[in-house]
C-alpha cells in the first residue's frame, strides 16, 4: 500500500505530549485566575455564518479569514474572541446578568505568512465585562488585579502592566484640531519604541501635522517620572478640552483603585505613549511586558470599549477586556526556557507488577487514584529495565515495584526516580505522608 | 446602521453560562479521570491537509467532511481524533515512550443532517493506548476500569459496560465460510434490539445465508446467562476455527482481569451481539448503556483495533481506546435533567460593597481568592436590591455586605443565600472554617 507522508500544517502548533503537559498547566492557571475572579465561561462554535462574524471586519483581517462554502452556505472561522461575545451578548442580551463577566479560553483562525513564532491557529484567553448601559471605572481598575494574580501565577514577578487612556491621545488630538489624523498619528507614536522620536517626528510631518502640533504631542509623550508626576504634569498641561478632561479623570481613578486593588507599584504604570493599534477602543488601554524580555511585545492586552455589539444591537453595550495570546506565548516562553513547571508528567506513579499476580499491583493502583493520585500500572510484558526506562523518560517521579516478596509481606518500596531514595509502605496505609 | 441579525448556525451548541458551567464540569471529571489513569494530554490542529485527514476516509464520512481551499491548499477539518492521533503516532515515532497512553478532548466537525440532538460541531473525549508491534490483552480489561470510573465520577450507578470480542463473530463466520458476507451479517445483526429476531432471520436471508448458518448465527447470539454461563455455553459450541478460538480465550482473559481491576458484576456484562458497524475493530469492542435510559444508545463505546497508522507507516500499531460524545451527552442528560451539578456558579462569593471607601470589600476579595475561594465583588454603581438580586440570578451561594458599620467593626455577616442564615466572620481568620 502507497503510504501518506504524515505531516501537520505550518503555522499549526502540535507539541510532544512533554511539552503537552506544560502548556496544559499554564493554559490550567489562566482559567482558574479567571474563575477565581469570577469570570464565566462560556464557549462559542469555531464556525459562523460569514455574515454574522464579518459584519464588522474588514481590509487585513479580512484577508486572512478562513472562509468557505458548505452547502450554499458561507461560512468562516472566528479570528478572534470578541466577535461572538459581542455576537452572543446582543443574541442573548435578555437571559443575560449585567455586569457581564465571561472567560473564553479557545483556538482562533488567522491565515497570517508563517514565519518562526506565528501561528494561524492560536489560542486566544479572553475576559470581558460588560455593562448594561453602563459600566463603571472601577472595572478598568480590576483588571489589572487579574493580570497581576496570573503572571505571578505564572511565576513571573519583573512584569510591569502599562496603562494609558485613549481619551487623554484623542481630547490633545481634538485640542489640535486633528480629529482627522487622530488613527493615522496613533499609529505613528504607537511605533516611538521600535523606530525612534526622530522617525516619528518625520513621519507625522508627512502626513501634515503642524510643527506646533507636533510639539505639543511630543510634549505629552514624553512627560515622565513616577505616575503621580506624570498625572500632575498632565495637568499642568492646561489643555482646555472636555475629552481630555475626562480622560484625566478617569486615568487618576483608575490608577487610584489600582493601588487599593493591591497591586505593587513596580507592577504597573502609567505610560502614555501606548495607544494600541486599534480604534476599537474608547478609555483605559493596557498591554503588559515581561521586563527581562522586553522583545516578546506585550504579553497581555486590551482595554475599555464604548460599545460591544453595536453591528448586531441597538442597546449600548460598554465593556472592558483582555486578551492573552497563548499559543505565542507558550512558544516564546518555552523557546527561552522560561516556562516554570510544577509537574512535568501526568502519573505521579507508575506500578510495576513483577508477578504474574496482578492482584496486589492493580489494587495498590486504584487505591493511589482514590487518593487522588495519578497512577499508571504497567500492562505490558517488559524486563524490569524496560519498565524503569518507561518511567524514567515519561518523567513519572515514583515508582513501587510490586514482586513476590512485595505480595508476600504486604509491603512494598517506592522509590523516588529522582533521587533513588526507597521508602517502605504498608499499602493499607495512605500514601500521601509517605510521598511527602 | 443596519443591524445584522445576531445568530448561531443550526447544529451548533452554544449555551447560556448556567448551562456551560454544568457541561465543564463534566468535560473536567472525564478530563481528570484520563489523567488519574496516567493518560498523557494531546492536542491537534482542527485543520489538516485534506490528503492526510482523508487518507482511509470514504462513502458516507466524507460528504460530512468539512473540506475546502485556502490559497491552493486542500484542506479539512477533523470529523473524529482517532485519525489525527495515527497522524501523529506516525509522524512521532521515534519521540513517544510506548505503550503510547494518550487522551485528547476536543471539537470535531460533521455536516450531518440537522435534528433534534445531533451536532454538526461537537466535543469527543477519547483515550487510546497504542502498542509498538504488540499490545497486551491487559489493557482491554483496564479500559472498562476508565469507563467505570467516569460513569461514577458523572454520578451513575446503574450503568453497564457491554463487551464483546469481534474475533468470535468473525471465526464463526468463518467456520461457516460467510467471511465474504461478515461486514453485511454484522450490520445486520447489530441492529436486533431494534428491529428483532425475525426481521434479522429475513435480512440474512435477503443476502443469501442459508438457513443452517442462520441457525448458527442465532444460536451464537441467543447465548444467554451470566457472564460464566456465556463463556462455557460458547466453549460447548465446539466450533472448530482458529479465530473463534483466540476469541474466545481473549474474552476469557479479558473479564477475568476487568474483575480483578475491581468492576462489579452488575457494571460490565458480556454481550454478543454487539459488533459495533466499523470494521476497523478486530477484538474486544464495547459499548456502555445506562440502564435506566436505554434510549439514549451507547454513551461510551470503543475497542481494538489491529494497525492505528497503517496508512502513513509500516510500524504495526496494535490500539484499543475509547470515545466519549460529549456534547449530545450533555444535550440528552440536560433535556433528561440528569445532570448531577455540585456547584451551580464559578463564585462562592459576591462582596457587596455599600460603603464609598472600597479599601475593605477589596481587601476581603483578595483575601478569599487567596484561600482559593472564587470570590466576585460587585463594582457597579446599584442599589443593594439589585446587588441582591445580581447574587441570586447567578446562584452565587454566599454574599457579604461590607458597609460603614462592617468596616469600623471589622466583623462581616456572610449569608447563605440558600437558607437565608447568616455568619458573623472576623475577615482576619480563615473563612473556610466559617463557610462549610
Request: hydrophobic residues 35%; glycine residues 6%.
Amino acid at each position: 500500500m502507497n503510504k501518506i507522508e504524515p505531516r501537520t500544517l505550518a503555522g499549526f502548533m502540535e507539541l510532544l505530549p512533554e511539552e503537552q503537559i506544560l502548556f496544559e498547566q499554564m493554559k490550567q492557571k489562566i482559567e482558574k485566575t479567571y474563575q477565581k475572579f469570577g469570570f464565566l465561561p462560556l464557549d462559542t462554535p469555531i464556525i459562523e455564518l460569514s455574515e454574522v462574524l464579518l459584519a464588522k471586519a474588514g481590509g487585513e483581517t479580512e484577508k486572512q479569514i478562513y472562509r468557505f462554502n458548505k452547502g450554499d452556505t458561507d461560512l468562516s472561522l472566528r479570528f478572534d474572541l470578541t466577535v461572538p461575545l459581542a455576537k452572543f451578548v446582543a443574541k442573548n442580551y435578555g437571559n443575560l446578568s449585567f455586569p457581564f463577566r465571561r472567560y473564553q479560553i479557545g483556538k482562533v483562525y488567522r491565515g497570517e505568512k508563517v514565519q518562526k513564532g506565528r501561528f494561524r491557529e492560536f489560542y486566544q484567553c479572553d475576559i470581558d465585562i460588560i455593562g448594561d448601559g453602563e459600566l463603571s471605572i472601577l472595572n478598568d481598575a480590576e483588571i489589572p488585579n487579574v493580570i497581576y494574580t496570573i503572571f505571578k501565577e505564572l511565576g513571573f514577578d519583573d512584569f510591569t502592566i502599562r496603562i494609558n487612556n485613549r481619551k487623554l491621545l484623542n481630547g490633545l488630538f481634538e485640542s489640535l484640531s486633528q480629529n482627522e489624523n487622530a488613527t493615522e498619528i496613533l499609529r505613528i507614536i504607537d511605533k516611538i519604541e521600535k523606530i525612534g522620536k526622530e522617525a516619528v517626528i518625520e513621519e507625522l510631518e508627512k502626513i501634515s501635522v503642524s510643527k506646533d502640533s507636533i510639539n505639543k504631542i511630543l510634549e505629552f509623550i514624553e512627560i515622565d517620572g513616577t505616575t503621580d508626576e506624570k498625572i500632575s504634569k498632565l495637568q499642568n498641561l492646561n489643555i482646555e478640552n472636555e475629552m481630555f478632561k475626562i480622560g484625566l479623570e478617569e486615568i487618576t481613578e483608575t490608577i487610584k483603585y489600582i493601588r487599593i486593588f493591591g497591586i505593587p507599584e513596580n507592577n504597573f504604570k502609567l505610560d502614555l505613549t501606548i495607544a494600541r493599534g486599534l480604534d476599537y477602543y474608547t478609555g483605559t488601554v493596557y498591554e503588559t511586558f515581561l521586563n527581562e524580555h522586553r522583545e516578546i511585545g506585550s504579553v497581555c492586552s486590551g482595554g475599555r470599549y464604548e460599545n460591544l455589539a453595536e453591528y448586531y444591537t441597538n442597546k449600548k453595550l460598554p465593556g472592558i477586556g483582555i486578551s492573552i495570546g497563548l499559543t505565542r506565548l507558550f512558544y516564546v516562553l518555552n523557546e527561552l526556557n522560561l516556562i516554570k513547571a510544577e509537574q512535568k508528567s501526568i502519573s505521579k506513579v507508575l506500578v510495576i507488577p513483577m508477578a504474574e499476580d496482578l492482584k496486589v499491583p492493580i489494587e495498590i493502583a486504584n487505591t493511589l487514584r482514590k487518593q487522588g493520585i495519578n497512577t499508571e500500572i504497567y500492562l505490558n510484558d517488559k524486563k524490569l529495565k524496560a519498565k524503569m526506562k518507561y518511567a524514567d523518560k515519561l518523567q513519572i517521579p515514583y515508582v513501587i515495584i510490586v514482586g513476590e516478596d512485595e505480595i508476600d509481606s504486604g509491603i512494598v518500596k517506592i522509590r523516588n526516580m529522582e533521587t533513588g531514595e526507597e521508602k517502605e509502605w504498608n499499602y493499607n496505609e495512605s500514601l500521601k505522608d509517605v510521598l511527602i
